[in-house]
């Protein structure tokens, strides 16, 4: 699975992005389908993941602030981030995980998300 993200940018904190990932082929068999972001000297950290069966986890620092969803029919995850914040500066990473035999997952490019003060 190829995965490419879009919707980084500049913005003034308390402002929001959407960021889209498109998946090069169906999602329907993925399992598990998340964001994660990692912000200069720190390490990757997961944002939010949805799983096939819709259920969702946020890490705390974004619950009530952002939304994970998906849309099977046009093989995209989607990250409504509203009311951001100069920390949630990073570059974001969509993520597929399938399980089968083993687990596998698959990284998208990164997008850059710039909040400012």
């Known amino acids: 699975v190829q995965l490419q993200a879009s919707g980084g940018g500049l913005v003034q904190a308390g402002g929001s992005l959407r960021l889209s990932c498109a998946a090069s082929?169906?999602?329907?068999?993925?399992?598990?389908m998340g964001w994660f972001r990692q912000a200069p000297g720190k390490q990757r950290e997961l944002v939010a993941s949805?799983?096939?069966?819709?259920?969702?986890n946020y890490a705390d620092s974004v619950k009530g602030r952002f939304t994970i969803s998906r849309d099977t029919a046009k093989n995209t995850v989607g990250l409504e981030m509203n009311n951001l914040k100069p920390e949630d500066t990073a570059v974001y990473y969509c993520?597929?995980?399938?399980?089968?035999?083993?687990?596998?997952?698959?990284w998208g490019q990164g997008t850059l998300v710039t909040v400012s003060s």
């Open positions: 993520n597929a995980r399938t399980v089968l035999s083993r687990i596998v997952d698959y």
């Open positions: 082929r169906g999602i329907f068999s993925i399992n598990v």
């Open positions: 949805l799983t096939r069966d819709g259920m969702s």
